[in-house]
């Protein structure tokens, strides 16, 4: 049975700090990782990953895949409140995209 | 553009009625999702179309579900008859299908704001 599992399911931490956030996976035909960003509403997109070892940055979030793991990690540094929210990580394989649960992260100041 | 859009935002219904939502994807977008959020079983995918065909409706739960998506610019989930336990967030998201070196491959989805469902 395909799944993605991510951990930890929560976390709690204060600003300044840096953030580790896990995704692994067990699918059939994987095709790509997405990691999205959910607040108070839809989850809106942070990246893609399809490639092992190349690691993608958008400002102080970053995100590289390990295929040979089958995991892939979510890096925030120097957090801030505006942090806080459930990261989903998702995988594609060749028929169906498969969520994990989420980490809910909280910020505090 | 204005993004996914999808109506209405928020549905209370009793159960046994039949309830729709909609959706109109992000134009030149020609795949198209239906998920549904739970605090007990997260995000899942319902069903999905590619270019207004469905292609996987294998997370439908039951045949009280339905989808379609008579054109590029338009889709439904139909629930009849509701039950509480449908109660969620729908989400729609869109996303463009294309083909590359390697295959077919997904570029990002983007989500609606959702339709929060309660069935009592």
């Known amino acids: 049975e395909d799944k993605v599992v991510q951990s930890p399911l929560s976390l709690v931490v204060h600003e300044g700090d840096t953030v580790t956030l896990n995704c692994s996976y067990e699918v059939t035909n994987f095709r790509s990782l997405l990691w999205y960003k959910q607040e108070k509403k839809a989850p809106t997109f942070l990246f893609m990953l399809?490639?092992?070892?190349i690691e993608k940055k958008s400002g102080r979030l970053s995100s590289i895949l390990d295929k040979k793991e089958l995991s892939s990690i979510l890096n925030i540094t120097a957090t801030q409140t505006g942090d806080s929210a459930i990261y989903l990580c998702a995988v594609k394989t060749g028929n169906q995209f498969y969520f994990g649960t989420g980490t809910s992260l909280t910020v505090i100041p | 553009d204005a993004g996914v859009i999808q109506s209405p935002r928020h549905e209370v219904t009793e159960m046994g009625q039949e309830v729709t939502l909609r959706c109109k994807p992000i134009?030149?977008?020609?795949?198209l999702f239906w998920y549904r959020q739970t605090m007990m079983r997260g995000l899942e995918l319902l069903i999905y179309?590619?270019?207004?065909?469905?292609?996987?409706d294998s997370g439908m739960p039951e045949d009280r579900f339905s989808a379609k998506m008579p054109n590029a610019s338009f889709s439904t989930l139909k629930i009849q008859p509701s039950e509480p336990r449908d109660s969620a967030v729908y989400f729609c998201?869109?996303?463009?299908?294309?083909?590359?070196?390697?295959?077919?491959?997904?570029?990002?989805?983007?989500f609606g704001p959702g339709t929060r469902l309660t069935v009592t």
């Open positions: 998201a869109s996303s463009l299908r294309v083909w590359g070196t390697s295959g077919v491959s997904y570029a990002e989805q983007y």
């Open positions: 134009s030149g977008h020609n795949s």
């Open positions: 179309f590619n270019n207004n065909v469905p292609i996987d």
């Open positions: 399809t490639s092992s070892g």
